[in-house]
């Protein structure tokens, strides 16, 4: 009797972990069309139990134990995984986007004649065989694609970094292989190739560009960017103050110049008469001064030929950990041939981004336009920390619309500028835009009042021209870049994707994909050291290499150090890790030995960069502790 009392005591107790813990989980499930996915199977990791979606898409299931990772597969449409924790489950608009199925494998027939044929109607495409001599590609080395070795025993397998290539009766096909298996989309992205002409590394070879080749160019954007003054904030123990805003003023009217924040490293780059013909310039040759927001002034400025300006501040040392990054993408039809890839290798740098920095509060936001008349003039998502939420946005995107070569670009930087919500307090701030058409002509004061607006906002913008961008737009571009100190990117005619690309305006550049160009990108931007710390970590930034054997020492360095070369150099120059410069040395086709102080600048990693007398460059690592 006493047993029977007992028993309904203790079932309850048994039982009230499992209902305590089990949670459900509403949501809806939609396809790349943004119509509802029904009959999708939903189901969590490693459990038995399963459901499928009702016809409007919807589901319901019970989640036991958080995290957990959820399933979704349907026939027609690419597997997708997805972290749940307790955000999801308070989420009421808890959605996911599936992508119509890809294939898995894609190639390109080469014929006996060596004639390629690309078969359109795949995914994507691959390199060639008859794109490759000794090993890379004969228009290029591609980072990431190099030929290693091969397999006779398996179809002479061939290692390509993050990637395999498996030759068979003139047949290739790209397997990814780059951390194991990977859901759903994310298998085919690492497929397009992209580099970089980042000016601010090559100054000098940029203002003779500007004032030859792009002359026509800076005339028509009215565009000029050869009155430039670079400064180094720091605080009383030499850590460079990030974030911090800085002005450039006219000495006799007060007015501000150009104003702008402090990058990752502390610098900051301030441009006077960027806007202006080289007429009026003439007539007004101001006297400047750099300021910051306690009144702190730099008087007697350098022009960045004559060194870099440096202010010390007396401000404790203090890092955000809060990043903001959004991607601005040209959605018009022009777009076709390249969007689908775009959209995977956005989707896989925002992931993957995340996962490397998860110790930072990176926040995603994303706007898509097209041109008036069309659809929609451009549409967005605001940031937020929902990663999930981001990738749906972009997934429901596609390219459509336009009809003419300009598009509506300034609309879609003012929307970004003012919608998206930026963290004025977040150590970087990052816009890339992605496009292959020029703002229309009517247009050109508006954007130079959004590039102004942008570097007063602290947002570096980094294009991406793709297929289709003329001479014009990448002066614009290059430009936007360098007025609020980011870098010019562009996609390449090695993956084989889309229309033409234009070689860029340059001695040399490397091909690598795009996928690690973008996440080395936000990495160079993001990266600095900590308060109180000797970290001499840096991000992987393509520098030269040291190929000349020049000697530094000693090194590291608490300042003052000692180059020697026994060959002839035709430049030197001192960079910081991203290889923007920031002193040039006297060399005048000679050798010898140079003695260097960089002692004013904060600790960390810089590079000694030269160019010999037959016009090569290279570099050697300096490291500079106190």
């Not at 990030?242 to 104003?259: C, G, H, Q, S």
């Not at 898509?368 to 946005?393: C, P, S």
């Not at 308060?531 to 000693?554: A, H, M, W």
Request: proline content about 3%; some cysteine.
């Amino acid at each position: 009797m006493v047993m029977r009392k007992v028993l309904p005591l203790i079932l309850p107790v048994l039982l009230f972990p499992s209902m305590v813990f089990s949670q459900l989980l509403n949501g809806r499930v939609m396809n790349e069309a943004g119509g509802n996915a029904a009959g999708v199977t939903v189901k969590f990791q490693n459990r038995a139990n399963a459901i499928s979606t009702n016809k409007d898409g919807t589901f319901k299931i019970m989640a036991t134990k958080l995290p957990d990772t959820l399933v979704f597969s349907a026939a027609g449409m690419e597997s997708y995984k997805v972290v749940i924790t307790e955000k999801n489950i308070r989420d009421p608009n808890f959605e996911v986007v599936l992508l119509n199925q890809r294939k898995a494998m894609d190639e390109v027939v080469v014929t006996s004649m060596g004639e390629v044929k690309q078969r359109k109607e795949l995914a994507y495409s691959t390199l060639a065989s008859s794109s490759f001599k000794d090993g890379y590609p004969v228009n290029g080395k591609v980072s990431g694609l190099k030929v290693t070795g091969a397999d006779k025993s398996s179809g002479h397998g061939r290692d390509f970094g993050t990637r395999s290539v498996y030759e068979t009766d003139s047949r290739f096909f790209f397997r990814d292989t780059n951390s194991g298996p990977r859901e759903g989309a994310l298998a085919k992205s690492r497929i397009l190739t992209a580099g970089e002409v980042n000016d601010f590394n090559k100054w000098k070879m940029w203002e003779d560009y500007s004032s030859n080749e792009f002359k026509i160019f800076s005339s028509f954007w009215g565009m000029r960017s050869d009155n430039r003054y670079s400064v180094q904030l720091t605080d009383k123990k030499l850590n460079g103050v990030i974030n911090e805003p800085v002005f450039l003023i006219n000495r006799a009217t007060k007015d501000t110049v150009w104003r702008a924040f402090t990058d990752n490293t502390g610098k900051a780059e301030l441009w006077a008469g960027f806007f202006r013909d080289s007429v009026s310039l003439e007539k007004d040759k101001a006297d400047y001064f750099i300021s910051d927001r306690k009144g702190n002034t730099i008087s007697g400025l350098s022009e960045f030929a004559n060194g870099i300006n440096q202010l010390s501040i007396d401000k404790a040392c203090t890092i955000s950990n809060d990043v903001d990054i959004a991607f601005v993408v040209d959605a018009t039809g022009s777009m076709g041939d390249e969007i689908e890839f775009l959209k995977l290798e956005l989707e896989d740098v925002i992931r993957n981004t995340m996962e490397k920095y998860s110790s930072l509060s990176l926040r995603a936001a994303s706007v898509f336009y097209r041109d008036k008349r069309d659809e929609y003039l451009a549409k967005n998502i605001a940031f937020n920390d929902d990663l999930l939420k981001t990738l749906n946005f972009i997934k429901l995107q596609s390219a459509g619309g336009g009809g003419d070569y300009p598009e509506a670009v300034e609309d879609a930087i003012s929307m970004a500028l003012d919608s998206l919500q930026w963290n004025p307090n977040a150590r970087t701030r990052l816009l890339f835009l992605v496009l292959d058409a020029p703002p229309h002509g009517e247009a050109k004061q508006r954007i130079q009042q959004l590039t102004l607006k942008a570097a007063a906002m602290g947002i570096r913008i980094v294009p991406l021209a793709c297929s289709g961008t003329d001479k014009s737009t990448e002066f614009l571009l290059r430009s936007m870049a360098l007025a609020t100190n980011g870098t010019y990117t562009f996609l390449t005619n090695h993956s084989g994707i889309g229309g033409n690309h234009i070689e860029p305006t340059t001695d040399k550049y490397q091909v690598e994909l795009l996928n690690n160009l973008l996440q080395r990108t936000i990495a160079q931007f993001l990266y600095t050291k900590e308060c109180g710390k000797e970290d001499v970590k840096q991000p992987d930034t393509r520098q030269p290499d040291n190929i000349l054997s020049v000697k530094i020492y000693p090194n590291p360095t608490n300042g003052k150090f000692v180059i020697e070369s026994k060959n002839d150099l035709k430049e030197i120059y001192i960079a910081d890790f991203t290889g923007k410069l920031l002193m040039r040395l006297p060399a005048a086709d000679k050798k010898g030995r140079w003695q260097v102080d960089i002692g004013q600048y904060p600790s960390g990693a810089y590079v000694v960069k030269y160019v010999t007398v037959d016009n090569k460059w290279g570099a050697e690592k300096i490291i500079l502790l106190r």
